[in-house]
């Protein structure tokens, strides 16, 4: 199974990025899709869930409003839009894939994980 993400970069603060992450080595459509992010010192955190029909979504408290999550199963790739970007929003975003059916924001039962993608934000 491999999951690439890409389209991360520099950008100023009050900005956009989509990032995208595509997946191979397994049935995309089977899986819930996961954006997490770690900043340097920091543990690796939550950011946004979709469920396999992109019937549902789920977003962390920090980026609700700013971001979405969406995902095209005929190109094995799911996408994280980002507005407003701030500061703190700089990371290594990373996507993952999880089986089931219940959206999560835990690090843990995410079963594959992506390279993961810079995102710089300037202020």
């Known amino acids: 199974v491999q999951l690439q993400a890409c389209r991360g970069g520099l950008v100023q603060a009050g900005g956009s990025l989509r990032l995208s992450c595509a997946a191979s080595?397994?049935?995309?459509?089977?899986?819930?899709m996961g954006w997490f992010r770690q900043a340097p010192g920091k543990e690796r955190e939550f950011v946004a869930a979709i469920s396999r029909s992109a019937t549902n979504t789920y977003y962390a408290d920090s980026v609700k409003g700013r971001c979405t999550i969406s995902r095209e199963n005929a190109k094995n790739t799911v996408y994280l839009q980002m507005n407003s970007l701030k500061p703190e929003d700089a990371a290594v975003y990373y996507c993952?894939?999880?089986?089931?059916?219940?959206?999560?924001?835990?690090?843990?039962?995410?079963?594959?994980w992506g390279q993961g993608t810079q995102v710089t934000v300037s202020s």
């Open positions: 080595g397994l049935t995309f459509s089977n899986y819930i």
């Open positions: 993952a894939a999880k089986s089931g059916y219940r959206l999560a924001a835990e690090v843990k039962v995410y079963d594959y």
